[in-house]
């Protein structure tokens, strides 16, 4: 099997991490004299976080995305009930509730990867602010292209997001590499769109299948190259 030339990652859960939002969320309304439960706060999280996902491909750009970002706190306000600040006020506290941060991970295994010598993309579910986070947290420097499903029209497992990606990189599917830790999105994605499939299995979870390649941690990529 020819050593791949390129590779691609999955952004949430694979390159990036999000901790605690509902419990900076609680800190924020507490600060402002919302006494609200933390496990109130936690359940209207939950339901925001939901609409955000069935939503995220209306975020297309930044016109879109503030009106998507506003739906969200609406529903994050719903859940919270009378007791609550303004829509806008609400949506600039879940802005900033919302904190991502690189996996522990993800660093070193974008130096061996660099080392190596290929090309990287990232290919992700993902609203159009998805290069913004990266820029604020000094990574989108080291992808040559950042596809997201709301730019692209197509979201993961679509075969669609991938092409753009490798297209972007001016990569051929049968020259690349895909890792994320969703076996249908990622893994089955990537299959569909002709890439090599690796499951990301940090805890674990997921079974052994035939000719889909499993890594523990991201720093294992370069080893498969």
Wanted: charged share 25%; hydrophobic share 45%; with cysteine.
């Amino acid at each position: 099997m020819p050593r791949p030339g390129a590779v691609t990652l999955d952004a949430f859960g694979t390159l990036l991490v999000m901790n605690s939002p509902a419990s900076r969320l609680h800190g924020l309304l507490v600060e402002e004299g919302y006494e609200h439960a933390p496990a109130d706060v936690e359940r209207a999280l939950r339901a925001e976080i939901r609409h955000y996902r069935l939503n995220h491909m209306r975020g297309r750009d930044a016109t879109s995305l503030a009106v998507l970002r506003r739906d969200c706190a609406a529903v994050l306000r719903s859940g919270l009930g009378d007791d609550a600040p303004s829509l806008s006020r609400l949506t600039d506290m879940l802005m900033r509730s919302l904190r991502f941060e690189p996996a522990a991970d993800a660093l070193p295994a974008l130096d061996a990867l660099d080392r190596a010598g290929v090309t990287l993309a990232v290919v992700s579910n993902w609203d159009a602010s998805l290069p913004d986070v990266l820029e604020r947290l000094s990574l989108r420097d080291r992808f040559g292209a950042v596809i997201t499903s709301a730019t692209a029209g197509r979201a993961k497992p679509n075969a669609g997001i991938f092409a753009r990606a490798l297209a972007a990189i001016g990569a051929a599917p049968e020259d690349a590499l895909h890792c994320g830790d969703d076996p249908f999105a990622d893994a089955e994605g990537a299959r569909r769109a002709g890439m090599r499939p690796v499951l990301l299995d940090r805890a674990g979870r997921h079974p052994s299948r035939p000719g889909l390649m499993r890594v523990r941690s991201l720093t294992e990529l370069a080893d498969l190259l």
